[in-house]
């Protein structure tokens, strides 16, 4: 629903550290912007459909191996600011048009009528509250950061670098899980560019982004993963 003043006024938010509404997900989107910190906690891969968007694998078809039963993150591991901005998201208020309208899911936890003047309100009675310019501006980062991101595979992309690749998850008990319909970057395609594209790919952070892809794979063992 889009946050609006005449109909959420006295509506407040707090924000529940838990993240059990993402207990069932095998996998999130990442920006650019976070995958070199993703990289060290997460196999990173990429959507089959162009222009083959990063997202961060959590466990497979079992769900999401980073949240336990009370549904918290695990600690120390990164949280993916995908999660992280939940339930908030930009959206475009009509599918041609660029003006884009901060919605929220109101079914999620944290949200409470208030008084007007309570702690966490999201306006100051008609007026954006400074809890609600916080998150505004999340969301227009994190908004930033897809363009920034579309952009970057697109490169990618038109340099015909994406394979479709599978693994094979290995869990207690024996059971075996395969995983396909994702892409990874191909290094033997990547080494076959000129020195020319490649010191492109450098100059606009194409280079960190592959990087942290390539890097991120040795996590497949974290998740008991063998690559096939």
Known sequence: MPILSQSHGKLGYRRNQTYAFARDLPAVPLIA?????AQGDFPIVFTP??????????GGSVGNAFIDES???TRGRYLPAYLRRYPFALVRDKADSERMVLCADLSAEGF???DGA???CLFDEVVPSERLNKILKFCETYESGLVKTRRLCEELNALDLFENSRVTLHHR????IKLEGFMMIQEEKL??????????LV??????LIAAHHFSLAQFSALDAVQK
């Open 33 to 37: 912007d976070e995958m070199p910190r």
């Open 49 to 58: 459909a162009p222009p083959h968007m990063p997202v961060a694998l959590l």
């Open 71 to 73: 549904g918290a993150w």
């Open 112 to 114: 409470f009528e208030t």
């Open 118 to 120: 309570q702690v966490g």
């Open 173 to 176: 008990g024996g059971k075996k």
């Open 191 to 200: 080494r076959e560019q000129s020195d020319a594209v490649l010191a492109g």
């Open 203 to 208: 100059r606009r952070g194409v280079a960190g």
